[in-house]
């Protein structure tokens, strides 16, 4: 089994920045994608960014140029930098881990961000 464990969320005013910090322990495979997902009331949850083992890392389109994801595949943990914040980035983000091994997926209980305007 995988846990992760979220930090880093919080309210921040328009155009703030915000780090969120996702640490997986567990029975964690070496070939596996990390990323965050957000949901917003009202609204189905959305992939923000995910990075692989090696290194390769994919955004929405309404996040690049804003955000960057990080990884540090020693400490299993997967870093998201969130700058230039808007009130549409308010939402509940989810840690994901994904096994290419098996296919499995595993989720944080998710942080709170709320950016004010």
């Known amino acids: 089994q995988v846990q992760l464990v979220e930090s880093g969320g919080g309210m921040v005013q328009a155009g703030g920045s915000l780090r969120l910090s996702c640490v997986a322990s567990g029975s964690i495979f070496g070939i596996n994608t990390m990323g965050w997902y957000r949901q917003a009331p009202g609204k189905q949850r959305e992939l923000v960014a995910a990075i692989t083992t090696g290194g390769s890392s994919n955004y929405a389109d309404s996040v690049k140029g804003r955000f960057t994801i990080s990884r540090d595949n020693v400490k299993n943990t997967v870093i998201l930098q969130m700058n230039s914040l808007k009130p549409e980035d308010t939402a509940v983000y989810y840690c994901?881990?994904?096994?290419?091994?098996?296919?499995?997926?595993?989720w944080g209980q998710g942080t709170q961000v709320t950016v004010s305007a």
């Open positions: 994901l881990l994904h096994h290419l091994i098996g296919r499995t997926d595993y």
